[in-house]
DNA sequence: ATGCCTTGCTTAGCAAGA
């Protein structure tokens, strides 16, 4: 049983990609995020024919999220509940496990926020505080939960490159770490750190200055889950194979397993 | 560094990403 998260940078690019990986790696429930197109354009009949059920949130030009899965979804939710948002960026569907529970998935782009005091920080704060108060509320319903996406949030700077020189900038600010922090604090674990990785483990590398050829990258895309799932947690893993192809994705998929 | 890439929208140059 794996679970996975990646944020393709337009689908409709990256869809021979993400049937490519899935054929590799036949997950059971693939997160995307920032699909770049409206609903109507979101690819579900080549999805179908690769078995997955798919279930949606697009959004034209930005943003636009999606829940990939071999089995049905049930209970879907899209957007937060409670805060009204014109940007496409959550959603989340709960799936059957072979030993008969379920497991909730919440997959997330977070915003990105662009500098410190900007207005599309305040904004990623705002939204921050609306993830929390809904997480919260899920967990009370569901004791195995996923948190997983583009946080665009760094943990700590054994997450980031250049820790010194990216110090108290987007994605390492102490308010955005302190946001991670809260979200850990309703009972969540970093399946990542759970599990030995190699050092400078990163998702993200800029497109730019050859970012990934020099491992100048950042650990922005994270599975949070809880306890009961952190008892179930086998591996997690960053893929970074398909950033080696030709027209990436400037992120790489993150595999958590289940025993 | 004001950009460096990549994508989408629109059709050459922005906006946005991270």
Same mark, same amino acid.
């Given at each position: ?45 080549? =999805?179908?024919?690769? %078995? ?8 034209? /030009? ?7 899965? +071999? ?7 899209? &957007? ?8 496409? +960026? ?9 030993? %008969?529970? /379920? ?7 977070? !915003? ?14 705002? $939204? =921050? ?11 009370? @319903?569901?004791?195995?939960?996923? =948190?997983?996406?583009?946080? #665009? ?7 980031? $490159? ?14 955005? +770490?302190? *946001?991670?922090? @809260?979200?850990?604090? =309703? %009972? ?9 990785? !190699? ?5 993200? $590398?800029?497109? @730019? ?5 020099? #491992?100048?990258?950042? @650990?922005?895309? &994270?599975?949070?889950? /809880? ?23 400037? *992120? ?8």
């Amino acid at each position: 049983m794996q679970l996975a998260t990646w944020n393709v940078n337009s689908l409709g690019v990256r869809l021979p990609h993400v049937l490519e990986w899935l054929a590799e790696h036949p997950v059971d429930v693939l997160a995307l995020q920032e699909l770049k197109l409206p609903d109507e354009k979101f690819p579900a009949e080549a =999805l179908r024919e690769a %078995g997955y059920h798919a279930v949606w949130l697009g959004q034209k /030009t930005y943003n636009g999220v999606a829940l990939l899965s +071999r089995a049905e979804p049930q209970d879907v939710v899209r &957007h937060i509940p409670g805060f009204p948002d014109e940007q496409s +960026r959550a959603i989340a569907a709960t799936y059957p496990l072979p030993d %008969g529970s /379920t497991v909730r998935v919440v997959g997330c782009y977070f !915003p990105n926020g662009q500098a410190p005091g900007s207005d599309k920080f305040a904004y990623k704060m705002r $939204w =921050l505080d609306a993830l929390h108060r809904w997480v919260q509320e899920e967990l009370t @319903r569901h004791p195995q939960l996923a =948190l997983m996406g583009d946080y #665009n949030i760094t943990f700590d700077d054994a997450d980031v $490159w250049d820790p010194d020189g990216l110090r108290e900038t987007i994605h390492c600010t102490t308010e955005e +770490r302190q *946001h991670l922090q @809260r979200l850990v604090a =309703l %009972g969540l674990h970093d399946a990542h750190r759970l599990f030995e990785q !190699p050092p400078k483990s990163y998702s993200w $590398w800029d497109y @730019r200055m050859l970012g990934f050829q020099k #491992n100048r990258g950042l @650990r922005i895309d &994270h599975i949070l889950v /809880t306890d009961a799932l952190k008892a179930r947690a086998t591996g997690c893993t960053i893929d970074r194979a398909p950033r080696k192809k030709p027209q990436p994705s400037d *992120h790489a998929p993150v595999v958590l397993t289940l025993g």
